[in-house]
């Protein structure tokens, strides 16, 4: 059973930067296509970016393109996401995800982490 453990999250203000870790254990990282996902209060779990097995391709979201970056050490076990620029809207639990397929949506993705806060302030 594959496990996900994120870190890294806290209480930042707005325009400061966050790298969010996802430490994957029980499983070879390079099996899987990485994603994290967010969830704001009262909104339903959206997709962030994607990372390819091979980290050949990457995906994000309109909202988050150009701020933030994902990337994966396989040799670690380890996916990130740096966050820079940080607004308001990024205030959301955040969480990492593997899929067996390179994808943008939520049910792709077969395990999941617990996640981690991001709370952004003015």
């Known amino acids: 059973q594959v496990q996900l453990v994120e870190s890294g999250g806290g209480l930042v203000q707005a325009g400061d930067s966050l790298r969010l870790s996802c430490v994957a254990s029980?499983?070879?990282?390079?099996?899987?296509?990485m994603g994290w996902f967010r969830q704001a209060p009262g909104k339903e779990r959206e997709f962030v970016a994607v990372?390819?097995?091979?980290?050949?391709?990457?995906s994000y979201a309109d909202n988050v393109k150009g701020r933030f970056t994902i990337s994966r050490d396989n040799a670690q076990n380890t996916v990130y996401l740096q966050m820079d620029r940080l607004q308001l809207e990024d205030t959301a639990v955040y969480f990492c995800?593997?899929?067996?397929?390179?994808?943008?949506?939520?049910?792709?993705?077969?395990?999941w982490g617990q996640g981690t806060q991001v709370t952004v302030s003015s």
């Open positions: 995800a593997a899929a067996s397929y390179y994808s943008v949506w939520r049910n792709s993705y077969n395990y």
């Open positions: 029980r499983c070879t990282l390079s099996s899987y296509n």
């Open positions: 990372i390819r097995w091979s980290v050949e391709s990457t």
